[in-house]
């Protein structure tokens, strides 16, 4: 069952061990029985060999002309809605806002006096570096735009304890160039919002505000992997097409020996007397013409039927 060599092996004590084919020759008395057995068994094997051959024919040309191109055209279509949404998406970004850093606290620990107007401005080389940091793009939910982190996670998860039936995806807004949907899953445990531009993504959602915006831009973010993967796949999909079509018209490897075995039974079968013997002792069969018509005897007229004399009985019957 591991396809591993055993450690140990062992054989028959006695060399003179007989098969079933050998033992039924030496009863008969003729050896081409021996030989008729060993062929059927041959004959049965190859034969069950070239079927398997030919059904694995099948399947390759139903692959290469059915089943391969419906999953290419399937991959080609995923990958283009996949680059349009990402299309979408680039043109829909968070934008980067420049945050000061605040000026540090003195040595006494008061912050420093804001400079009067009058005062003369430090060089432009002195000047603090500004930070940039993501924003937030906006979220439309229910007719109303945030434009705040904090206020659109909390709507949604308003709308995710609104309780929504389980079934259709209810659309509840837009992110980012595309359409929102809610919908709950695995009997109201689960919520999960779908985003539909050219393709859907899914993002499960959970109760912290923050959180769920997050979930929903590493959905987005994941589309290039996606389309890197179904790249993957259709490359390997035309290879497997080119290594099919060599495959594809190979006659069957073992088919002169088929031929041989095949043509060497037919003459043991003859020599026998198989397949044309003698009709055993007892089973006579009589002649088409001899045999008694069962629709003659049924449109046969039934004879009457005689009356026997019984003696009267003035008893009962029950």
């Known amino acids: 069952m591991t396809s591993k060599s055993p450690v140990r092996s062992c054989e028959d004590v006695d060399e003179t061990a007989l098969s079933y084919a050998e033992i039924k020759a030496l009863c008969a008395g003729n050896p081409l029985i ?6 059927d068994i041959d004959v049965a094997r190859l034969r069950l060999l070239k079927s398997d051959h030919q059904s ?18 399937e991959n080609e279509g995923f990958i283009a809605g996949l ?14 806002v420049p945050v000061k850093p605040a000026a540090p606290p003195q040595a006494d620990g008061k912050q420093p006096d804001t400079p009067a107007a009058d005062a003369p401005t430090a060089p432009a080389a002195e000047t603090t570096a500004v930070e940039v940091k993501q924003g937030f793009a906006g979220m439309e939910i ?3 735009t945030y434009t705040d982190k904090v206020e659109a996670g909390k709507a949604l998860i308003a709308e995710i304890r609104k309780g929504i039936k389980p079934g259709e995806p209810v659309e509840i807004g837009n992110y980012r160039g595309f359409s929102m949907a809610l919908s709950v899953e695995d009997f109201g445990r689960t919520s999960v919002l779908t985003l539909k531009g050219q393709m859907t993504h899914r993002a499960e959602l959970g109760e912290d505000v923050l959180g769920n915006l997050l979930r929903i831009d590493h959905t987005l973010n994941k589309m290039p992997e996606r389309v890197t993967v179904l790249r993957s796949q259709l490359d390997n999909l035309h290879q497997q097409m080119k290594e099919i079509q060599g495959e594809i018209g190979k006659p069957f490897p073992q088919e002169a020996e088929l031929q041989q075995k095949s043509e060497r039974l037919a003459e043991l079968n003859a020599q026998l007397g198989i397949e044309d013997g003698p009709a055993p002792a007892g089973e006579q069969r009589l002649a088409k013409d001899a045999r008694p018509s069962v629709l003659e005897g049924l ?5 009457p039927k005689q009356k026997t004399d019984k003696p009267k009985d003035h008893r009962q019957e029950r």
């Open 56 to 73: 694995h024919q099948y399947r390759m040309e139903d692959d290469l002309l059915k089943r391969f191109p419906e999953k290419i055209k």
């Open 299 to 303: 449109k046969r007229p039934v004879p």
């Open 83 to 96: 680059e349009a949404d990402m299309k979408t998406l680039a043109k829909h970004p968070h934008p980067m």
């Open 142 to 144: 229910g007719g109303q």
């Open 34 to 39: 021996k030989e008729k057995m060993d062929l």
